[in-house]
């Protein structure tokens, strides 16, 4: 039947048929189906149709956001601005100032930046001008920022969009368009210092947002290179192996180790040499006994980097972060820039509850959601003389916070507001339009949050109900009375109180009731 249907959706003018035909008694005594399946049915064959093309053969456009993007509503975005506001305080908070680059670059800035995710990069259309290529990150285009203007010492943060042709996984809020919110450190200074404030601000802005337990996994390149030497990785291999191991957060290691051997070619021995190294996490004692390690002996690098691990923590310690930081020898962030510390914040706790009859809990699973390190040598691949600007810093992952902020609010009973209208200028009788233009004009002109409904003579139930539905704590209410007498009626939704305030103290009265929200 369903293929009947199909064809009559392909070749018939109308769907009429098709519902006359599944509705005869024969055939739904036959099928036992209902008149709500068959409608069902229908509309999926509708939406069919519109996809193999129209009654004239032509192709229908479906309306939908391309994949990997998204639109989003006022709630979901007033829920975004307060996740933005939190992080744009943190930054500020710590002395940064901000800049902005275009959202498309050459082609050749970002070429070789990115390693095996160099692929992920979406390369614009040759116009018959310049290869351009959409910013994969904000990294990059701040490297370039720096060697092009000169500039040696910043503390910048940077909000904005990139884009990457990833296989996009919505609900873990990873997409091909989405934003990225950066604080980074430029110019020479003392070891570890900025690498542990870039630290300090990602547990100040995860404390904050309340978005349940996590943890900050610390490592380092160098310690990453030296481990790799001394267990027999071959140089040109090192930055392949470090995207593999990489991939332990996601892959169990057996599925690492056999990548490395059959798919890169490394020794069954030196993988297994590895895999001793990498099952290793914990604090500044772990940075000790690797330093006291024969084997980590043997590299220069692996015993520079320990140390600086060591006198990170130091500074961990004065900071008060030490409890959520852990040195975890399996951290690799497989991008090629990173020449130093390293550093990934994961959620370990991010339940809501999705099950609203039996209370059940489910976890989250949105994976790290800050990440960042040391990249020394990045502003230097720009400069014409090569001269290098040392740089840390820290990439905080908003999508997928957002992604648990919004399931939150979901199943939270907390109302979220989408404006943030004060006081909401209303008139108990008609004709009385031309006043309440007049008192939102006042209210307007004295940096006062107002609004008034676009009718004449609107009900006042109908302008009572607007404040209840949109949440606007205060009415000003005017009526024949209210003006002969020079006050208007102030009522607080909430409580329905109402009391008479001068029209000369209106201003100060709402100003008043409204700093305490």
């Known amino acids: 039947m369903?293929?009947?249907?199909?064809?009559?959706?392909?070749?018939?003018?109308?769907?009429?048929?098709?519902?006359?035909?599944?509705r005869l008694p024969h055939l739904r005594s036959v099928s036992g189906i209902t008149v709500a399946?068959?409608?069902?049915?229908?509309?999926?064959?509708?939406?069919?149709?519109?996809?193999?093309?129209?009654?004239?053969?032509?192709?229908?456009?479906?309306?939908?956001?391309?994949?990997?993007?998204?639109?989003?509503?006022?709630?979901?975005?007033?829920?975004?601005?307060?996740?933005?506001?939190?992080?744009?305080?943190?930054?500020?908070?710590?002395?940064?100032?901000?800049?902005?680059?275009?959202?498309?670059?050459?082609?050749?800035?970002?070429?070789?930046?990115?390693?095996?995710?160099s692929k992920l990069i979406y390369d614009l259309k040759d116009q018959g001008g310049e290869l351009l290529s959409l910013r994969y990150d904000l990294t990059v285009p701040f490297a370039r920022y720096l060697a092009m203007n000169k500039i040696t010492n910043i503390k910048r943060y940077h909000i904005a969009k990139v884009y990457r042709r990833d296989n996009p996984a919505m609900t873990r809020g990873r997409y091909r368009e989405f934003y990225q919110c950066d604080f980074d450190i430029a110019g020479q200074y003392d070891a570890m210092i900025p690498d542990?404030?870039?630290?300090?601000?990602?547990?100040?802005?995860?404390?904050e947002l309340e978005l349940g337990d996590f943890r900050i996994k610390v490592n380092d390149r160098r310690i990453l290179d030296g481990m790799f030497a001394v267990c027999g990785v071959p140089d040109d291999k090192?930055?392949?192996?470090?995207?593999?191991?990489?991939?332990?957060?996601?892959?169990?290691?057996?599925?690492?180790?056999?990548?490395?051997?059959?798919?890169?070619?490394?020794s069954e021995e030196a993988a297994d040499q590895i895999g001793e190294y990498v099952s290793q996490h914990g604090g500044m004692d772990l940075?000790?006994?690797?330093?006291?390690?024969?084997?980590?002996?043997?590299?220069?690098?692996?015993?520079?980097?320990?140390?600086?691990?060591k006198l990170l923590f130091s500074y961990l310690q004065l900071f008060q972060v030490t409890d959520k930081v852990e040195f975890d020898l399996s951290l690799a962030r497989g991008l090629d820039y990173y020449t130093g510390v390293i550093y990934e914040a994961v959620l370990t706790q991010a339940g809501v509850?999705?099950?609203?009859?039996?209370?059940?809990?489910?976890?989250?699973?949105?994976?790290?959601?800050?990440?960042?390190?040391?990249?020394?040598?990045?502003?230097?691949?720009?400069?014409?003389?090569?001269?290098?600007?040392?740089?840390?810093?820290?990439?905080?992952?908003?999508?997928?916070?957002?992604?648990?902020?919004?399931?939150?609010?979901?199943?939270?009973?907390?109302?979220?507001r989408t404006t943030e209208v004060q006081v909401l200028v209303a008139s108990a009788q008609k004709n009385l339009l031309e006043e309440r233009l007049?008192?939102?004009?006042?209210?307007?002109?004295?940096?006062?949050?107002?609004?008034?409904?676009?009718?004449k003579n609107p009900k006042l139930l109908s302008q009572l109900q607007l404040c209840e539905e949109t949440g606007i704590p205060l009415v000003a209410i005017l009526g024949e009375q209210e003006l002969k007498d020079g006050v208007v009626k102030l009522r607080v939704v909430a409580t329905r109180e109402e009391v008479d305030i001068s029209r000369a103290d209106l201003i100060s009265e709402i100003k008043r009731r409204t700093s305490k929200a």
């Open 2 to 22: 369903a293929m009947v249907a199909l064809s009559c959706v392909r070749g018939c003018s109308g769907v009429g048929v098709i519902r006359t035909a599944l």
């Open 287 to 309: 940075a000790e006994r690797l330093l006291l390690d024969p084997r980590m002996a043997q590299s220069k690098q692996a015993c520079a980097g320990l140390s600086d691990i």
């Open 196 to 207: 542990a404030e870039c630290l300090k601000i990602v547990h100040e802005i995860l404390s």
């Open 353 to 416: 509850s999705n099950d609203a009859q039996n209370g059940a809990e489910e976890s989250v699973s949105v994976g790290s959601v800050a990440g960042g390190g040391r990249y020394d040598g990045l502003v230097g691949m720009f400069d014409p003389k090569g001269r290098k600007v040392p740089c840390v810093g820290v990439s905080i992952g908003i999508e997928r916070i957002f992604s648990i902020m919004e399931q939150k609010a979901e199943v939270s009973a907390e109302k979220i």
């Open 37 to 117: 399946q068959i409608d069902e049915e229908v509309a999926k064959l509708l939406e069919l149709k519109a996809r193999l093309g129209g009654d004239d053969g032509k192709h229908q456009f479906v309306l939908k956001t391309p994949k990997g993007t998204r639109d989003y509503n006022p709630k979901q975005m007033a829920i975004r601005e307060k996740v933005f506001n939190t992080i744009t305080r943190c930054f500020k908070r710590h002395g940064a100032e901000t800049i902005d680059t275009p959202v498309f670059e050459l082609k050749e800035t970002l070429t070789g930046k990115y390693g095996e995710d």
């Open 438 to 455: 007049r008192l939102v004009t006042e209210l307007w002109n004295a940096g006062v949050k107002a609004e008034v409904m676009y009718k």
């Open 238 to 266: 090192f930055r392949t192996i470090c995207s593999t191991v990489d991939k332990l957060d996601k892959m169990p290691w057996e599925e690492v180790k056999k990548e490395m051997v059959n798919e890169k070619g490394l």
